[in-house]
């Protein structure tokens, strides 16, 4: 097991870089430039323009950007002339942000506090972590309830439920939530208070798990109704054991890996932000500044959405396919 996890570790730094490369290649043969895209700042003259591009290094060649970026860049201190070395993207070190003209990093941008408010990952992954619970903690029950209920009122209106909720997006989802809880019944302000620990998460938790939900729900049903066929399960059932063992012991086991199997994917979406959730109930979180970065072409901010992403896409299967191991013993790592 340790030894299959050290490798999976060791595989996920080719996958950065390969991401990295992709990225930082689309995001310089877009057209425009991170200073001469930011509507909210005045046209700079041509002399401080090109002050700026010489400190963010713009001018030297695509191969050289690239690796002072993603691996490690030798500076030199302006007073004292000594040589050092500082770490790139790989080393956690995002650079700092351009549209701040190097005022502030990226890591203040995205796990800084904000005048003593947490950090905007802060938001997005506590939202993503809320509706992943959403999603799991009502999908499967609901989805191991319409199969053993199959073909009755229960099934009927479990399917048409996690339909609905599969065949709308998060967009239309939280503007009806909106409507109704926060518009019509009061029952919610339109405008979070982000002070309060419980309430403003309510509604953006569960318009974005609502999807995953129905999706959950769908495949949890399908899977527990292909292993309720299954010879063990009626060999269980002939030798007179309670239902509930049957279903919890020997069936829920095997019919729930197919959906670990997209929880690694789910994750990672969920966590690293959301676009239309932060908009529609004004979520302070990553989702928002990362389409604010691609606006105004701000590289080094790019490039960290794109990362962060992957990295946790890569932590999420990993731990997707170490549970694969606790629910299955048959599955090896060898």
Same mark, same amino acid.
């Given at each position: 097991m340790t030894a299959y996890i050290i490798r999976r570790i060791l595989w996920q730094i080719p996958v950065l870089v390969i991401v990295g490369l992709l990225t930082f290649g689309i995001a310089k043969m877009t057209p425009g430039g991170p200073f001469d895209t930011d509507p909210t700042r005045r046209q700079m003259s041509p002399q401080v323009e090109a002050v700026l591009r010489d400190r963010f290094g713009m001018d030297l060649p695509f191969w050289r950007q &690239?690796? !002072?970026?993603? &691996?490690? /860049?030798?500076?030199? /201190?302006?007073?004292?002339? @000594?040589?050092?070395?500082?770490?790139?993207?790989?080393?956690?070190?995002?650079?700092?942000?351009? #549209?701040?003209?190097?005022? !502030?990093?990226?890591? %203040? @941008? *995205?796990? $800084?506090?904000? +005048? +003593?408010?947490?950090?905007? =990952?802060?938001?997005?992954?506590?939202?993503?972590? %809320?509706? *992943?619970? =959403?999603?799991?903690?009502?999908?499967?029950?609901? $989805?191991?309830?319409?199969?053993?209920? %199959?073909?009755?009122?229960?099934?009927?209106?479990?399917?048409?439920? #996690?339909? =609905?909720?599969? #065949?709308? #997006?998060?967009?239309?989802?939280? =503007?009806?939530?909106?409507?109704?809880?926060?518009s019509w019944l009061k029952w919610f302000t339109v405008l979070p208070n982000w002070n309060d620990p419980i309430r403003p998460w309510i509604l953006p938790t569960i318009a974005l798990g609502s999807t995953s939900l129905g999706f959950i729900t769908r495949l949890t049903r399908s899977s527990v109704l292909e292993v309720k066929r299954q010879d063990y399960v009626r060999t269980a059932q002939a030798k007179g054991l309670n239902d509930q063992v049957v279903v919890w012991r020997h069936m829920l086991k095997n019919a729930v890996l197919p959906v670990i199997t997209i929880l690694g994917p789910l994750s990672a979406a969920l966590i690293t932000g959301t676009l239309y959730t932060e908009i529609i109930f004004q979520v302070p979180g990553m989702g928002s500044l990362l389409i604010e970065a691609i606006g105004k072409r701000d590289y080094s901010m790019i490039m960290a959405g794109a990362l962060v992403f992957v990295f946790f896409l890569g932590l999420a299967n990993l731990i997707v396919d170490i549970a694969y191991g606790v629910v299955d013993p048959r599955i090896s790592y060898k």
């Amino acid at each position: 097991m340790t030894a299959y996890i050290i490798r999976r570790i060791l595989w996920q730094i080719p996958v950065l870089v390969i991401v990295g490369l992709l990225t930082f290649g689309i995001a310089k043969m877009t057209p425009g430039g991170p200073f001469d895209t930011d509507p909210t700042r005045r046209q700079m003259s041509p002399q401080v323009e090109a002050v700026l591009r010489d400190r963010f290094g713009m001018d030297l060649p695509f191969w050289r950007q &690239f690796t !002072r970026y993603m &691996f490690l /860049d030798v500076v030199t /201190d302006p007073k004292t002339g @000594e040589q050092a070395i500082r770490w790139g993207a790989i080393g956690g070190n995002f650079g700092p942000t351009y #549209s701040s003209r190097g005022a !502030r990093t990226v890591q %203040q @941008e *995205l796990f $800084g506090d904000r +005048g +003593g408010k947490p950090s905007r =990952f802060y938001y997005s992954a506590r939202l993503g972590v %809320q509706a *992943l619970l =959403f999603a799991v903690l009502l999908g499967i029950p609901m $989805g191991v309830l319409a199969a053993l209920k %199959q073909n009755t009122w229960i099934d009927y209106l479990v399917l048409l439920t #996690s339909t =609905f909720f599969v #065949s709308l #997006s998060t967009l239309i989802v939280g =503007f009806l939530l909106v409507l109704i809880f926060a518009s019509w019944l009061k029952w919610f302000t339109v405008l979070p208070n982000w002070n309060d620990p419980i309430r403003p998460w309510i509604l953006p938790t569960i318009a974005l798990g609502s999807t995953s939900l129905g999706f959950i729900t769908r495949l949890t049903r399908s899977s527990v109704l292909e292993v309720k066929r299954q010879d063990y399960v009626r060999t269980a059932q002939a030798k007179g054991l309670n239902d509930q063992v049957v279903v919890w012991r020997h069936m829920l086991k095997n019919a729930v890996l197919p959906v670990i199997t997209i929880l690694g994917p789910l994750s990672a979406a969920l966590i690293t932000g959301t676009l239309y959730t932060e908009i529609i109930f004004q979520v302070p979180g990553m989702g928002s500044l990362l389409i604010e970065a691609i606006g105004k072409r701000d590289y080094s901010m790019i490039m960290a959405g794109a990362l962060v992403f992957v990295f946790f896409l890569g932590l999420a299967n990993l731990i997707v396919d170490i549970a694969y191991g606790v629910v299955d013993p048959r599955i090896s790592y060898k």
